[in-house]
């Protein structure tokens, strides 16, 4: 069953059609990678989907119901959260007040508070509870996002770029959350450049360019396409 439909979606602004007619499905319990170069429109996508700006035609439904025009808390409290690609931070929390923010979006403050400790030592953070985010390293900040978004107990993660800036060796760590969240049933829908990554990870790849979809296939066949070769991988493919 697909838990994620997201049907001729449009999202203009001004004169600018950043995300042109796109319509793809995402299988309960599948990992669908999202490519495409800078600027195609992948954050964009995320941010309709996940209620945080509307479309400006088409239609999405998550689990068999339109979300068009609900708020991102409510899709949160759906099990539909997102992650952000410029990592945001508050100057005067600490990691654990972050992540036990999220955890109350399903658990009263005491039990919130010893969950976001149990998901940060999950994402590898023991022993950074009290360190503020703006003093974190970019890998750690990588791991704060997803941290933040599993202490939601999602049904579906939208990923935007969690391991970008990671050396390879750094992204086993997010790699293995991910593998492991999916093997719990998540699904998960990640906008990634990091190539090793998506092959290794995606069931499934859409390709985005210009705001439109060019593909959809199988991560193996997705790199023998000539329409994706042309448009990314001619900057991507060794990277
Ligand atoms: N709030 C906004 N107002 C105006 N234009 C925007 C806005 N957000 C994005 N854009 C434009 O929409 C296009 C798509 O941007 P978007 O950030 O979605 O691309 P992307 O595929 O995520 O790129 P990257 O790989 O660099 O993260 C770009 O031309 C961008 O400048
Ligand atoms: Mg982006």
């Known amino acids: 069953m697909a838990i994620l439909e997201v049907d001729k979606v ?18 309960e319990g599948e990992i669908l990678g999202i490519i495409g170069p800078n600027g195609a429109g992948k954050t964009t996508l995320f941010s309709v ?63 919130a508070i010893d969950y976001a400790a149990h998901v940060l030592t999950r994402v590898g953070m023991a022993g950074k509870e009290l360190l503020t985010p703006a003093t974190l390293s970019l ?26 800036g990671l050396t ?25 450049h990091v190539m090793p990554v998506i092959m290794r990870l995606a069931t499934r790849i859409v390709v985005i360019n210009f705001g439109e979809k060019i593909a959809e296939a199988t991560p193996e066949a997705i790199v023998k396409d000539q329409r994706v070769i042309d448009a990314y991988f001619g900057e991507h493919l060794d990277a």
Do not use: H, W, Y
């Open 10 to 27: 449009t999202r203009r602004f001004g004169g600018l059609v950043a995300v042109n007619n796109v319509s793809f499905a995402v299988a």
């Open 49 to 111: 989907i996940s209620g945080f700006i509307p479309p400006s035609d088409g239609e999405i439904r998550f689990a068999g119901e339109s979300i068009v025009g609900v708020s991102p808390d409510r899709l949160v409290r759906r099990g539909l959260v997102r992650s952000f690609q410029v990592v945001q931070t508050f100057a005067d929390m600490t990691t654990l007040d972050v992540v036990t923010t999220a955890a109350l979006t399903r658990r009263p403050i005491r039990e």
């Open 139 to 164: 890998q750690d900040k990588k791991l704060l996002e997803l941290a933040k978004c599993l202490a939601t107990d999602p049904r579906c993660i939208l990923l935007d770029e969690v391991m970008a």
């Open 168 to 192: 390879i060796a750094e992204t086993e760590a997010p790699m293995a959350i991910v593998r492991e969240l999916n093997s719990q049933g998540v699904t998960i829908v990640m906008v990634e």
